[in-house]
Nanobody, 115 residues
Framework: QVQLVESGGGLVQAGGSLRLSCVVS????????VGWYRQAPGKQREWVAS???????NYADSVKGRFTISRDNAENTVSLQMNSLKPEDTAVYYC?????????WGQGTQVTVSS
């Protein structure tokens, strides 16, 4: 079992920055990938960024150049640094982790970007 707990969401003006953190606990040695997803009101959940173990990070085109995902294995955390935020970035952001057989999700943290 893997548990994910996010923090760091909030309200920010357009052009501002926020840093989301996700504490990963449990069977972390079995993880193949960690990442972030988001879901805006009335829309489907969409992939934002991810790191596959042993490989470089990947980003959705909509956030490339503005967001940076990082993984700290010593602290068992996954972070998402979000810069140059836009109103369209407003969503609930979810931390995610996957093994070969199962996906895990955090409870989500709200990010609101005002214009």
């Amino acid at each position: 079992q893997v548990q994910l707990v996010e923090s760091g969401g909030g309200l920010v003006q357009a052009g501002g920055s926020l840093r989301l953190s996700c504490v990963v606990s449990g069977s972390i040695f079995s993880l193949n990938a960690v990442g972030w997803y988001r879901q805006a009101p009335g829309k489907q959940r969409e992939w934002v960024a991810s790191i596959i173990t042993g490989r470089s990070a990947n980003y959705a085109d909509s956030v490339k150049g503005r967001f940076t995902i990082s993984r700290d294995n010593a602290e068992n955390t996954v972070s998402l640094q979000m810069n140059s935020l836009k109103p369209e970035d407003t969503a609930v952001y979810y931390c995610a982790a996957s093994t070969k057989v199962q996906n895990y999700w955090g409870q989500g943290t709200q990010v609101t970007v005002s214009s």
